[in-house]
């Protein structure tokens, strides 16, 4: 009679090795499917040598983040505890789901008076209940990162914010505008869908607030888009300006001295490339420096010699 058990275990190690095989393709297609794949559309910020590295939604919710805080006045510091806390969180993702209630960017909870389930899931409701919180902090600014987030978030983990430290200063030295030209996006092909500057204005709005614009003239030649000659007929330049928003970098009142209009450009600037695939933005001017949506693996580049665009205002030009 031959043995028996010399078969069963090379049938058992087979079979093994098949799970194993079916693991290692899920866990790919897990990480494809989050990451987007190669060629996917990225966001970086970078700044003396580093870099981090982010898809679209989470640089959207990142900028939203650091909107909600520069808008209040708050410093830089704040913004890095903020985003070190979301990227733990929730990894920078607007999340409906979490341990027990907890939802959104910060995992908040309804039951500990955060919120609706509603509001804890606004990204702009959200970001401003952690700042109310956190300044309330004495000394927040001071304290070591995980001390900060953990006198807001009362984690049961709250060592864990302190590897995304080094991320989230990259971010917020981006995002706040200290570090010009240093968030770049890549986009995917257009769907040939076009772009509403109105969208880009709600949009800017609802992250910095109603005086992030003026009452009237908030489009590129200054009188919302309409053409001027031409028996009223659009050549290409009065098409393009129909289809800009130009936001003037006016600082918020109550921030640091350093927080001037160049650095609140940066910002606009920044949230515009990071809100592009989400509002078809083709095009970003500030500075001297431009990025567009076909070009955008090039990331910033100088404007061609355009100096109409300068540091006066941020030029959003949706898709046409």
């Not at 209940?129 to 001390?147: E, I, K, Q």
């Not at 592009?276 to 095009?283: F, G, N, P, S, Y």
Request: net charge positive; with cysteine.
């Amino acid at each position: 009679m031959s043995p028996i058990f010399p078969v069963r275990r090379g049938r058992l190690l087979r079979i093994g090795a098949a799970c194993a095989v079916l693991l290692a393709l899920i866990g790919y297609a897990v990480a494809y499917f989050l990451t987007g794949g190669p060629g996917a559309p990225r966001c970086t910020a970078s700044a003396d040598g580093e870099s981090y590295s982010l898809d679209p939604e989470q640089a959207g919710n990142a900028s939203t983040i650091t909107a909600v805080g520069t808008s209040r006045g708050l410093p830089e510091r704040a913004v890095t505890i903020a985003l070190a806390t979301a990227m733990q969180e929730s990894g920078l993702r607007n999340i409906h789901h979490g341990d027990r209630d907890s939802l959104g960017l910060f995992q908040q909870r309804p039951t500990q008076g955060w919120g609706t389930a509603r509001q804890i899931t606004d990204p702009v409701y959200a970001a401003g209940a952690f700042y109310d919180h956190l300044v309330r902090v004495p000394g927040y600014s001071r304290l070591p990162l995980t001390v900060a987030a953990q006198r807001v978030q009362h984690s049961g983990f709250p060592q864990a914010y302190a590897k995304h430290e080094p991320g989230a200063s990259l971010l917020a030295a981006a995002l706040t505008g200290r570090t010009p030209a240093a968030f770049s996006c890549s986009t995917s092909p257009s769907d040939g869908k076009p772009g509403d500057p109105s969208a880009v204005r709600a949009g800017l709005r609802r992250d910095f607030g109603p005086s992030v614009l003026p009452a009237t003239g908030v489009s590129g030649d200054g009188k919302n888009g309409t053409n001027r000659g031409n028996g009223g007929k659009s050549d290409g330049k009065d098409a393009a300006a129909s289809r800009t928003v130009s936001v003037p970098p006016r600082p918020v009142p109550t921030a640091a001295p350093d927080n001037g209009p160049r650095r609140r450009g940066w910002e606009l600037a920044s949230w515009a490339v990071a809100h592009a695939a989400e509002l078809r933005v083709e095009r970003v001017s500030f500075d001297g420096r431009v990025w567009t949506a076909e070009q955008s693996r090039d990331g910033w580049r100088r404007g061609a010699g355009r100096t109409d665009e300068g540091p006066a205002a941020v030029r959003i030009t949706t898709a046409q």
